[in-house]
């Protein structure tokens, strides 16, 4: 079936590192994508990974991709209060599928 | 290059009133999705559109919600009579083609309050 699950919330200190977790359930998922939304905001990509990747770096983001598991993590490495949001998990389940699963996202707080 | 245009930002309609929310594509764009979020939750997928034609429609609700993407002019996504339980953000992406690995680029929504 199709589901992706992540943690409601997570609060971080400005500078620290934050790891935003999230699970999948279906095993033929191809890609799967990181996606901010700032308050009142559409959402922005952030990243994708390809499910034949273990890990992708871009700049302050790193994704890591455990496929035996099933689960995916954001890590944001010196996290800033512009970094606030919420971030949604999103999998595509085949290369020939424009469907994007969405889990119901994580709230970062990033405090000062 | 403006990005994927969704109007309006906010909507109010009362209850039965009627609902059209429109998205016009990043330029040289063809195909169009719709999603709805509902408070505290994440996106679902609800219909996929190229131009004067349906693809995919599985994700509407069967009753009262039609979209189109014109020839000519922004995709509309109409809700009929609506009720409380229609109040969500609805948000429009678009892509040169299907199926693109990179993801959608996303519009800034339309916030749908039913009252």
């Known amino acids: 079936g199709e589901d992706v699950e992540q943690s409601l919330f997570l609060s971080v200190r400005e500078g620290d590192s934050s790891v935003i977790n999230c699970t999948y359930t279906?095993?033929?998922?191809?890609?799967l994508y990181w996606y901010k939304q700032e308050p009142g905001a559409g959402l922005q990509l952030l990243t994708y990974i390809f499910s034949n990747m273990d890990m992708k770096q871009d700049q302050r983001l790193t994704v890591l991709l455990n496929k035996k598991d099933k689960h995916l993590s954001l890590r944001i490495a010196d996290t800033q209060t512009g970094d606030s949001a919420i971030y949604f998990c999103a999998e595509r389940l085949d290369d020939s599928s424009y469907k994007l699963i969405f889990g119901s996202g994580t709230r970062l707080l990033v405090r000062p | 290059n403006a990005g994927v245009m969704q109007n309006p930002r906010h909507l109010v309609r009362r209850r039965g009133q009627e609902a059209r929310l429109r998205c016009s594509p990043m330029?040289?764009?063809?195909?169009v999705y719709w999603y709805r979020q509902l408070p505290e939750e994440g996106l679902k997928f609800m219909v996929y559109?190229?131009?004067?034609?349906?693809?995919?429609e599985s994700g509407m609700p069967k009753e009262r919600f039609s979209a189109e993407f014109p020839k000519e002019g922004p995709s509309i996504l109409r809700i009929q009579q609506v009720v409380r339980g229609d109040s969500a953000a609805y948000f429009c992406?678009?892509?040169?083609?299907?199926?693109?690995?990179?993801?959608?680029?996303f519009g800034s929504g339309t916030r749908l309050t039913v009252v």
């Open positions: 330029k040289g764009h063809s195909h």
């Open positions: 279906d095993s033929s998922s191809t890609y």
């Open positions: 992406a678009s892509s040169p083609e299907s199926g693109q690995h990179y993801g959608y680029t």
């Open positions: 559109l190229q131009k004067e034609n349906i693809i995919d």
